[in-house]
């Protein structure tokens, strides 16, 4: 239990950290901001390319991770997207509600879950599964909610933006290159590889305090019994789909077996909101699923590590 408590206790300490220093004023509304900046463009594209340089290429090829990962976030997607579409016929903000059921927060809580139950160097499953996360899973929603906006379905202008907006990300480009350095074989020199190292060392404990400035946040109202329908999925159905898949379905090495867990496990991540802001529907929703599932998270991750060890 000890083993658990010191797993979990560092990671929502720095959400806690971050979460306080924002209601005690010490850091304004800005921090938030420009903190997600920083670690989106800066410093965790640098530790993806550090632990990604350093894998074989051939290491990334695990469709039994792929499926059993991808094939949960799927599932929940498509139930409670069709759950709330007949419920409100509402395209757009159904699909942030199936968003918000499905989109683990794999880059800011997972990248550092996994490095100190695993280990620095066994960090590439969720590697993979932060950069299925943040480019399959989202474009899927932003297609769908594109589509909700468009009365003459125009397809190609949804497709030019959803390659627009994956091209543009970091988190997505980042690992392409790392992939790309790999397979080539190319030596990256010292000087650079030390500070790629450096940068990524600021990504998880910057990650984590960024996610506790972003709960301190002012909430917008939203349904009760919905948002917690929601994060009862997230956190307790998801783990299971990807549990069972992992286990007993697909054939994978067990570190890719328990990783697919753990990042299914994982509470709701930013994505959600990140849609909402940007059409203007169901920031509600998102952002009281996210501050309920990340806390609600501090048990359910104790139990599935108790489980996975």
Not at 109 to 130: E, H, K, R, S, Y
Request: proline share 6%; with cysteine.
């Amino acid at each position: 239990m000890l083993s658990i408590v010191n797993i979990i206790l560092p990671v929502f300490a720095l959400i806690f950290a971050g979460y306080a220093l924002r209601r005690l004023n010490v850091l304004s509304t800005a921090a938030c901001t420009e903190l997600n900046r920083f670690v989106v463009y800066l410093a965790l594209p640098a530790l993806m390319i550090d632990v990604m340089i350093s894998s074989p290429w051939r290491a990334f090829y695990q469709p039994g991770f792929l499926l059993a990962f991808e094939l949960a976030v799927g599932i929940i997607f498509v139930a409670v997207l069709a759950w709330r579409w007949l419920q409100t016929r509402k395209l757009a903000e159904s699909t942030i509600e199936c968003t918000a059921a499905s989109y683990a927060n794999t880059g800011y809580i997972g990248l550092p879950l996994c490095a100190l139950t695993f280990g620095q160097d066994n960090l590439l499953p969720a590697m993979v599964g932060a950069t299925l996360t943040v480019s399959v899973n989202f474009a899927v929603s932003i297609v769908l909610i594109e589509i909700s906006a468009q009365a003459e379905g125009n397809i190609w202008r949804v497709i030019r933006k959803v390659l627009a907006s994956l091209i543009k990300n970091p988190l997505i480009v980042a690992p392409l290159v790392a992939i790309a350095i790999s397979a080539s074989g190319v030596v990256v020199p010292q000087g650079i590889a030390q500070s790629i190292k450096l940068l990524g060392g600021a990504a998880s404990p910057c990650a984590l305090v960024a996610i506790g400035l972003f709960l301190a946040l002012k909430q917008e109202p939203a349904s009760v019994p919905l948002s917690t329908a929601i994060v009862l999925i997230k956190l307790i159905v998801q783990p299971l789909l990807a549990w069972y898949l992992a286990f007993h379905v697909f054939e994978m090495p067990p570190l890719w077996a328990k990783s697919a867990v753990l990042l299914s496990a994982l509470p709701t991540g930013t994505g959600p909101f990140m849609l909402a802001e940007l059409y203007r529907r169901g920031g509600g929703i998102a952002s009281r699923t996210i501050l309920l599932s990340t806390f609600g998270a501090v048990a359910t991750l104790c139990i599935w590590l108790a489980v996975l060890n």
